[in-house]
Each structure stands twice: as structure tokens, then as C-alpha cells.
């Protein structure tokens, strides 16, 4: 049977739950386990699929098609790992099993209620990851402690304890210790607060996890007050989790601390010796003196960091192997329909213009596309990025005036992206999404095939709109090299431009399966690519 490990957060959200259960899962790793993590959600989207990103950052998309939360592209990177469906729960998802389950009758006319129902089915989510093949399953519990629509999760959370008996699961708090500037002292009471909502509900950590700013310290003496305020065992169940030049250090941050002996000790684990070794010596290569490359994600959701974190750590994944550090910029597409694009992006190295749905800050993009097409500048297309440089191609290249997608004007003279005839008749507009892992045929003697060094690619796919077949003799003699083909249907999964040192794009969305350790070969051939067109411009 598999042991339990809970991660749950409170005073405020953003603390880096994720951080903090996926780097407990490299250090159990390196001690030769078998880990998994699954992410529960408490709120009622079913996943975050519709959801804005500007709000509640990326959606993250697995090999088997379902989209989950960002937390889950946190999990893959750091136990370079592919999860699937077990993986994220909301209570959405929850609600809409037991429903579908009353409607065909399966509680024999039973109420349904909170308890027992929905955490019995709460309880029956953790389970499915329970495996013989599974040393450790860490859990974590978004929200923070006392939100209301967290309570069914956390009360599922105690009575799974209960079955699973002590010695059997460890459950790991994470809270904020903010330091007042007026005060010159850190705070210690939010954490006691919380721990007393969580200890309310019958539920009692046996670690508490510190987070504050990069340069704050937690003195012996207030590890030993959060210690005796939350009822642990001893001080050395506080664990200091500071700021970071870079997340990859916080594995090693929390096991000087020794959080992965005591949740081995606490689940009765006979684990191996710790070797952090080469992921220390990959994480240092993120805080040492490189030269940098200066990379443009021109995107239209810019309030938010998150929205693009996968394309994010993609391109610091591929600077770090190319021996540089990326200096990242994210830039607004509707400030560049403004300004121009060479004006905004004259200094940079290369472009990324990642995916998106909706027509805000389109032509944005398209000129974009047209400025590292005619100025040499190393391009690379994401999802929306390969359709918006095939409209800019179409009218710029192929002189077929007003192309565009049917995404954004219906009824486009030159439908050069549409959806799929089949798609267009379906309410649910989640049924017209291609979603998960897809075959790629990438042709002889192309960029693509030259970066990933093998015919025959998978990668991962969020989107409903298609390159439109019928334009592809056009483009081909004007130019445009269709390098990667789903050989299943015939749709175009990448193209190139052929007068061009790196202009490349790819319908799918390569940064969901780059690692630290593993950079995507998209990537790092953007990179590459920008670092030698430094000295030209």
C-alpha cells in the first residue's frame, strides 16, 4: 500500500504549495522511491480549461488530454515525470461524478450530502493513486485553510487518516511568516492562527513549512515558538522555505533542513542515502555568473506571471544548456498594435509568441510575426504563435489580402485557419478541442528534424482551430515548409520559412514537456539560434 503525504496551506494563497510537494517529491526520489502527486481543488470549474489565465495562470495539459493546473507542469519538472487524469481534481469534477452517479440511481434513493458522499469520493480520488508500484502519494490541497469551498477536502483529508492509521501518512503545512519592516521582527502568529483552523478541523501537521522573503531568517528561538504553538514533535518539524533566486534551489533549501528524513521517519519508510548531486549541479548553473540572451514572450495575458510559466522555465531550461541565462520580457500584443513592433522589440534576441484564445491583441501578434520574419529575428510559434504566423505569411507572402482565422472573423475571404468541418456543429466547445498527445511525421532534411534528431515525434495539443489544408500548395511554393505532419489526419503540426536563420512553429505546445534537465529541442534551438545572432545586431 502506498503512504500519504498532505500539503496543505494557510494565512494566504501563492505560497508555493506546489514547490514545496514537488520538491519533497524529487528529495524522496533521489532516496530511490516511487512518488506521485495529485493536486485537489476546491473550486467548482470542473478543470480550469475556461478558466482566464490573467486570474488562475496556465492551464497545463497532460499526454492523455486533460487539462489541469499549473501546479501539475511544476510536478512533471521537478520528478520529470508524466502524469495523467489522476492527477488534478476539482470540486467540480467531484460534484459532477456524484451527480452523474445519483442520476443512474447508485445510491439506492439515498440524500446526498457532503458527508458522507462527496468526501467519500474525495476519499476514492486519493486512492486511485494508490499502487504497488507507488512508494509515496503527495496530496495537495489548494486554497488556503478556512476557505469555505476547501472544507469537504480537508474533512476527507481526516478521515482518510483515520483508515490509514499512524505511520502511514505525514501531513505538511505551509503558512506564511511575514516580516513587518515597522517592527523589524518577523510574525509568528499568522502561522499559529492557522495551524489552530486546521487543528479545529481534526486535523493536526506534523511538519510546518515557513515561507518568507529571500532575506529573512527564522531564529532558533521562534522555530521553537512555532513548534510549542502548533503542537509538533520537536523545532526541527519548522522548516525555513525562504525566497529563491530560482525554484530548483528549494530542494536542496528544505533538505539541509532535513524535511525528507522526517517524513521518512514519520511513514516508517526504509529509504536510501540522499544524492541531490546533479540536480544541485543543474540548479547552480541557474544562479551562476552566464552571459544572458534577451527573449520576448509577446503575449496578451500580461498581468499575471503565471500565464506563461511552462513557456517560461522552457526557455531558461534551454539557456541554461546553451550556458547562457535567460533575461525574460513579457510584452503586451496590444502595445505593440500601438507602438510598432520593431520599436518595442528592435533589442531583442529572439521572440517566443506563445498560445491563446479570443481576438484581443491579434494583429499585435501578426505584426510580430512579420517583424521577425523580415528582420531575421530567431521566431518561434506556440499553438496560436503557428496560426498567426501563417495569417501574416498569407498576406505578407502569398498576397491573399484580409487571411485570417475563422477564430476571429467568421467569415474571412481567406480562411487560411479554420476548424475542422465535422467540429463546427458541436454546443460543447470543449468536445471541439484536440487535447493531449498527437503523432508528428517531421519531414527529411528540415529545421524540425534537425533539432529533434528523430522522424517521429508526440507532442501535446490545446486547441480547435486547424491550418487549412486547401492553402498548402499556395504556401509551399511561396515559401512555407510544412516540416511536421500528423500523419492521422493530415493536419499540419509544424512550418518553417525558408529564407530565415530560425523561424519555426509548432500547433502543439512544446513547453509542457521541456524539463530542467531535459530542455525541449524547440527551445534550445531558439536559443542557440539568438545567441548567434547577438554580435549582428
Given at each position: ?186 510574525k509568528t502568529k499568522p502561522t499559529q492562527h492557522s495551524v489552530k ?77 540522499l544524492d541531490l548531486s546533479k540536480w544541485q549541479e543543474m540548479a ?254
Amino acid at each position: 500500500m502506498s503512504k500519504y503525504v498532505f500539503v496543505t496551506g494557510g494565512v494566504v494563497s501563492s505560497l508555493g504549495k506546489g514547490i514545496t510537494a514537488a520538491s519533497l517529491g524529487r528529495l524522496l526520489i533521489e532516496r530511490g522511491l516511487r512518488v506521485t502527486i495529485q493536486k485537489l481543488d476546491p473550486y467548482i470549474n470542473v478543470d480550469p480549461g475556461t478558466m482566464n489565465p490573467a486570474q488562475h495562470g496556465e492551464v497545463f495539459v497532460t499526454e492523455d488530454g486533460i487539462e489541469t493546473d499549473l501546479d501539475i507542469g511544476h510536478y512533471e519538472r521537478f520528478l520529470d515525470k508524466n502524469f495523467d487524469k489522476n492527477c488534478n481534481y476539482t470540486s467540480g469534477k467531484i460534484y459532477s461524478n456524484i451527480i452523474a452517479k445519483e442520476r443512474k440511481g447508485e445510491y439506492l434513493g439515498a440524500t446526498i450530502q457532503v458527508v458522507p458522499h462527496v468526501t467519500s469520493e474525495i476519499k476514492a480520488m486519493m486512492r486511485n493513486c494508490d499502487s504497488p508500484d507507488i512508494d509515496v502519494v503527495i496530496v495537495e490541497v489548494g486554497g488556503t485553510v478556512g476557505d469555505m469551498e476547501g472544507m469537504a477536502f480537508l474533512e476527507a483529508i481526516r478521515q482518510f487518516e483515520r483508515e490509514l492509521k499512524e505511520g502511514n501518512y505525514c501531513h505538511i503545512h505551509c503558512t506564511l511568516v511575514p516580516y513587518l519592516e515597522c517592527a523589524g521582527e518577523v510574525k509568528t502568529k499568522p502561522t499559529q492562527h492557522s495551524v489552530k483552523e486546521l487543528t479545529s478541523m481534526g486535523l493536526n501537521p506534523d511538519i510546518v513549512v515557513c515561507r518568507t522573503g529571500k532575506n529573512v531568517e527564522l531564529t532558533p528561538q521562534q522555530k521553537k515558538k512555532i513548534a510549542m504553538f502548533c503542537n509538533l514533535e520537536s523545532d526541527a518539524h519548522v522548516i525555513h522555505n525562504p525566497d529563491c533566486e530560482t525554484i530548483y534551489e528549494v530542494p536542496s533549501v528544505i533538505s539541509k533542513q532535513g524535511l525528507d528524513r522526517i517524513v521518512c521517519d514519520i511513514l516508517k519508510l526504509d529509504a536510501g542515502e540522499l544524492d541531490l548531486s546533479k540536480w544541485q549541479e543543474m540548479a547552480s548553473l541557474y544562479v551562476s555568473d552566464l552571459p544572458t540572451v534577451n527573449i520576448a514572450i509577446v503575449g496578451k495575458y500580461t498581468e499575471v506571471l503565471d500565464s506563461y510559466i511552462s513557456v517560461i522555465e522552457a526557455i531558461k531550461h534551454a539557456a541554461i544548456s546553451n550556458k547562457y541565462r535567460a533575461k525574460i520580457s513579457i510584452v503586451s500584443s496590444e502595445d505593440i498594435e500601438m507602438m510598432g513592433a520593431k520599436d518595442i522589440l528592435k533589442n531583442f534576441d529572439g521572440v517566443v509568441v506563445p498560445g491563446g484564445f479570443g481576438s484581443r491583441g491579434i494583429e499585435g501578434k501578426i505584426s510580430t510575426a512579420q517583424y521577425c520574419r523580415e528582420s531575421k529575428v530567431p521566431y518561434l510559434g506556440l499553438c496560436l504563435g503557428m496560426q498567426i504566423a501563417v495569417i501574416e505569411f498569407a498576406r505578407n507572402v502569398v498576397g491573399l489580402g484580409g487571411a485570417n482565422s475563422t477564430e476571429f472573423e467568421e467569415n474571412t475571404q481567406h480562411p487560411v485557419i479554420d476548424i475542422m468541418p465535422e467540429q463546427r456543429d458541436i454546443e460543447d466547445k470543449g468536445a471541439t478541442m484536440r487535447l493531449g498527445a498527437y503523432n508528428c511525421h517531421l519531414e527529411d532534411n528540415s529545421l524540425a528534424r534537425r533539432l529533434y534528431g528523430m522522424p517521429d515525434i508526440k507532442e501535446r495539443h490545446r486547441h480547435r482551430y486547424e491550418f487549412n489544408n486547401e492553402y498548402r500548395e499556395r504556401f509551399a511554393r511561396a515559401g512555407m515548409t510544412f516540416s511536421g505532419i500528423n500523419p492521422e489526419k493530415d493536419l499540419v503540426e509544424i512550418v518553417e520559412y525558408e529564407d530565415h536563420p530560425f523561424f519555426i512553429a509548432s500547433q502543439f505546445h512544446p513547453e509542457f514537456k521541456s524539463r530542467p534537465n531535459k530542455p525541449h529541442p524547440l527551445f534550445v534551438g531558439l536559443i542557440r539560434q539568438a545567441i548567434a545572432s547577438k554580435p549582428k545586431r
